[in-house]
């Protein structure tokens, strides 16, 4: 494909589309700690963020980030951080107070094989279940993946749109073959993306109620310093941000929390299929496996083997309604993951058809292959 | 006295919210809330601009109760989050609220980093020797052979001295008061507020309620006037022996430099930066090189 007048035809890695998807979104805030294979975001953003009038600050880990992050979105900022296993171990504590302070914020998590130092410069998909459960309590959160650089860079978009408009953090799943693939993309001209910002109250301050419900679910947010003096807590709090124990104000707020999400399910579940209209057998993944995937469909549909591909770009809130779909419509279903088996469990969950379900994992810190998943589409 | 105590009253106390407050009666952590805003109301600073961040602990709850900007962050956090809030709006007076167990235990990191880093915040650090919330364990700053609900038999580490903990750090302005001397303590946090730089106030505060009581260090007014007994004016203490000292502090002004403040340096990184694109920009425009990136 040729880049047509304003946009931009370039050849980049994953890490650094991700930079340049953060800088289109309007993220003008970054805090970070060293991690392979993360640090080239860290790194480029420290180039990039002053000359848009940006900070870029290393922070002194993972948990500092993660707090610098919140304060700076706090104060009405576009904020990000970017880590990898250990330290996406160390962001959960102020995950959680980001969750329950309902505060915008990005965080890109590569991943690399684990558990604790596991294999630091090898690809793996460890991290699933724990970027959907990994704070602590019941939480509402988004969790997103890319398989491509040109999705680093237009998943990055969606990450902080969804991130402003639903007021949760978002979690951006890479892998350490896509941040460190060098692919050509187009990016297109800012001035065709689609930019979300918060709502900003337009209440006088005296009327103001900081976590009030409305008809999105999602309450108008003030940021620090403009006037709308308020009270921010990781404890339960009531409307005006004050801390509560009554049953039925804890009950309200949780259940708002949870239910912004609910609302926002169509919007914030994508999926892409490939080859699906008359598939018999399908592929499901994300991720860098995806493109494995992908080519593995490719080469069955020329042997003659009605084969297609889901892509889970959105992994939780889980797209039960497209996985239900090709659950049905197929007799049966290869999951390849680079784990133990993460989101095939949540496949199993929707798999009410009971269709045969055929996981296909690999924990040696190689990516999966096309002809590992050809062989299953052969063999069914 | 009474009308300005009553202006302070009305002024910043957040009345909507429901009171009473969480603090034990004589808890020290109120003097400290009183002297803070008795040195905002008198550094005249508008109330929009400021933004008063805490940790956990019972010295955390005190931004609840009043009328700024107010975050109440995870526990030993709080610099974390204020580090990001002033970078993004370093117009604002942002000051942390902590604990002892908060700022030096579990927060202990982010509090040497954010003295070495040299922001333009201001950290009150409220000493009360002990975990005053989760019922009186032993913190950083518990006294050796001190009781605690986890050293029945006399606590065996050895303490931190917080405020000299942060001079070495590198904090631009370090000084400690008491709650028994809570004039001092407001012209402390005053100076504290208007020093450009990591500025840290450590003051010595009394959880009668938690340590004092397992270290018959009696009740409430016992234990402040022991505050007044035991604390050595700065100046005083250079010409004390050590043996002069035992089981004493020192309150006062502990340290005052000058150095560069990075919330400012930070300014500078942009221009530089800035400074740099456009001469590779002029430099590739001269030589006819298409910029392929910006
Ligand atoms: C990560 C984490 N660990 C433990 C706790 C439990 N906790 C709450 S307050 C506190 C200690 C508070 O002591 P200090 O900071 O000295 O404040 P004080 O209550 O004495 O004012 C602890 C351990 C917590 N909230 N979070
Ligand atoms: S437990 Fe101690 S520190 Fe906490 S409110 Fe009571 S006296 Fe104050
Ligand atoms: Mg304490």
Redesign the interface.
């Known amino acids: 494909m040729e880049a047509s007048e304003g946009q931009k035809k370039i050849l980049l890695q994953g890490n650094e589309a991700i930079v340049h998807g953060a800088l289109a979104a309007g993220c003008r805030f970054f805090a970070g700690y060293p991690i392979t294979p993360a640090s080239e975001i860290s790194e480029i953003l420290s180039v990039k963020l002053p000359l848009v009038g940006g900070t870029f600050i290393q922070m002194e880990d993972e948990i500092a980030s993660m707090g610098a992050i919140i304060g700076a979105s706090l104060a009405g900022v576009k904020s990000m951080t970017a880590t990898s296993g250990p330290g996406f171990s160390l962001i959960q504590e102020n995950l959680g107070y980001a969750c329950i302070t309902e505060v915008p914020c990005v965080i890109v998590n590569v991943m690399r094989g684990g558990p604790s130092t596991g294999l630091p410069t090898n690809v793996a998909q460890g991290d699933v279940l724990m970027a959907r459960w990994g704070t602590h309590g019941d939480h509402p959160i988004i969790v997103l993946s890319v398989s491509s650089v040109s999705e680093c860079f237009s998943v990055t978009i969606k990450a902080f749109n969804l991130s402003e408009k639903f007021r949760v953090p978002v979690i951006i799943l890479s892998d350490e073959v896509v941040a460190h693939t060098r692919e050509s993309v187009i990016l297109p001209n800012q001035n065709e993306i689609q930019v979300f910002d918060r709502i900003t109250p337009s209440v006088p301050p005296e009327w103001y109620k900081p976590y009030a419900e409305n008809n999105r679910g999602v309450p108008d947010m003030a940021a620090v310093g403009d006037g709308y003096r308020h009270h921010v807590t990781g404890l339960v709090h009531d409307e005006r941000g004050f801390p509560t124990q009554q049953p039925k104000e804890v009950e309200q707020f949780l259940n708002r929390l949870h239910n912004k999400i609910t609302k926002g399910f169509s919007e914030i579940v994508m999926t892409k299929s490939f080859e699906m209209e008359d598939a018999e057998v399908c592929v499901i993944a994300y991720g860098s496996v995806a493109r494995s995937a992908m080519r593995a469909v490719k080469d069955a549909r020329m042997q003659g083997i009605k084969a297609g591909m889901v892509q889970l770009v959105t992994l939780f809130p889980f797209p039960r309604k497209v996985v239900d779909s090709a659950l049905r419509q197929c007799k049966a279903v290869i999951i390849p993951e680079m784990n133990m088996g993460q989101i095939s469990r949540e496949i199993h969950r929707v798999n009410q058809a009971g269709t045969r379900i055929i996981k296909h994992n690999r924990i040696d810190g190689h990516l999966i292959t096309p002809s590992e998943i050809l062989k299953h589409l052969i063999s069914v | 006295m009474l009308e300005r105590a009553e202006i302070i009253r009305q002024e910043y106390l957040?009345h909507?919210?429901?009171f009473p407050h969480v603090w034990c009666p004589g808890c020290g952590n109120g003097i400290v809330m009183n002297a803070l805003l008795r040195a905002i109301h008198h550094l005249e600073l508008p109330?929009?601009?400021i933004?008063l961040?805490s940790g956990i602990g019972c010295s955390g709850r005190l931004?609840?109760y009043v009328?700024?900007?107010?975050?109440?962050?995870?526990h030993g956090?709080a610099?974390?989050?204020?580090?990001?809030?002033?970078?993004?709006?370093p117009?604002?007076s942002v000051i942390a609220v902590m604990g002892d167990g908060d700022a030096t235990a579990i927060g202990g990191?982010?509090f040497i980093?954010a003295a070495r880093r040299n922001l333009n915040i201001t950290a009150i650090i409220i000493n009360n020797n002990t975990y005053g919330m989760t019922g009186g364990q032993y913190s950083p700053t518990t006294p050796y052979g001190s009781k605690s609900t986890t050293s029945v038999y006399g606590h065996v580490e050895h303490a931190f001295n917080i405020a000299e903990l942060a001079v070495v750090a590198g904090a631009s302005f370090v000084a400690r008061g008491t709650v028994y001397h809570a004039n001092h303590l407001n012209t402390m946090i005053q100076q504290a507020i208007v020093k450009k730089g990591f500025s840290v106030v450590e003051v010595i505060s009394n959880c009668h309620v938690q340590h004092g009581r397992r270290n018959k260090l009696g009740n409430a007014v016992q234990m402040i006037n022991s505050f007044k007994e035991n604390a050595v004016p700065v100046g005083k203490a250079e010409g004390m022996t050590a043996a002069d000292m035992q089981g004493k502090f020192t309150i006062g002004v502990l340290c005052d430099v000058e150095k560069p403040v990075s919330t400012e340096e930070?300014d500078r990184?942009?221009q530089?930066?800035?400074t740099e694109?456009s001469r590779i920009a002029e430099e590739k425009a001269k030589n006819g090189v298409k910029r392929?990136?910006?």
Do not use: C, M, S, W
Not at chain 2, 67 to 74: A, V
Not at chain 2, 79 to 89: I, P, R, S
């Open positions: 957040r909507d919210k429901k109330k929009d601009n933004v961040a931004p609840t009328d700024f900007n107010t975050i109440h962050t995870t956090r610099l974390t989050f204020a580090t990001g809030v002033k970078l993004a709006k117009q604002l990191n982010h980093h930070y990184v942009r530089a930066a800035q694109a392929y990136e910006e």
